[in-house]
């Protein structure tokens, strides 16, 4: 192979790279949200899975991007991995906790059997008091729900925490579901957070 030929390879493979890196690497953009591709749970990284919009009643509630240890198109498969995960909802108005409360609660039902959730409850019900504690999440606002290392569920807005830890990884796998769940609140939004 000639040193020309050669050099003319090594531009092509540098080329793509470079476009490979900084498709990668742009941001995504939900209803005028921003979704970075990384973020981190404690020291551990995650790589954005998909990002979708939430609307009821053709009125637009919130952006919200899943963040996984590794990219997932199966929701079985997203919903199952282990390690720190990160659920984002960005209000696109202010969002009343007791709205969103009901929201989860009715997923909850859809998708769990009445065994698993009775044995929930107590951590559901923990996870509703944080929230309601809260009261409101304004427009604008990150609103987070992380799996940390230790497996505990843990609610910030804007980055402070807001209530007790929720221990158990099933508790997240449980919650991840209403979104990605056989009955998700959202068909289009479940297919936009597997990336599809």
């Keep these: 192979m000639s040193c020309h030929t050669l050099a003319r390879h090594f531009a ?6 470079v476009f490979t890196a900084t498709t990668q690497a742009a941001p995504t ?3 005028g949200v921003t979704f970075t591709e990384q973020e ?3 020291d551990a990284p995650l790589l954005l ?3 979708g919009l939430r609307s009821k009643f053709f009125i637009k509630a919130y952006a919200i991007g899943l963040y996984l240890p590794h990219r997932a198109s199966d929701a079985n498969a997203a919903i199952a991995q282990a390690g720190p995960k990160r659920v984002r909802i960005v209000g696109l108005h202010d969002v009343n906790v007791s709205m969103f409360l009901s929201g989860l609660h009715g997923g ?3 998708n ?4 698993d959730l009775a044995a929930l409850q107590p951590r559901i019900d923990q996870f509703n008091a944080n929230l309601k504690a809260i009261g409101e999440i304004p427009k604008g606002a990150s609103f987070t729900i992380d799996l940390t290392a230790a497996d505990l569920t843990r609610i910030s807005l804007d980055g402070k925490t807001a209530g007790q830890d929720i221990p158990g990884a099933d508790f997240y796998r449980a ?8 009955k998700p609140a959202q ?3 479940k297919a936009a957070l597997l990336g599809r």
């Design 12 to 17: 092509t493979a540098l080329l793509l790279f």
């Design 29 to 31: 953009q939900v209803a």
């Design 40 to 42: 981190h749970v404690g």
């Design 49 to 51: 899975n998909g990002a």
């Design 108 to 110: 909850f039902e859809k």
């Design 112 to 115: 769990l059997s009445r065994a």
């Design 175 to 182: 919650l991840l579901r209403v979104w990605l769940g056989e």
């Design 187 to 189: 068909d289009e939004l």
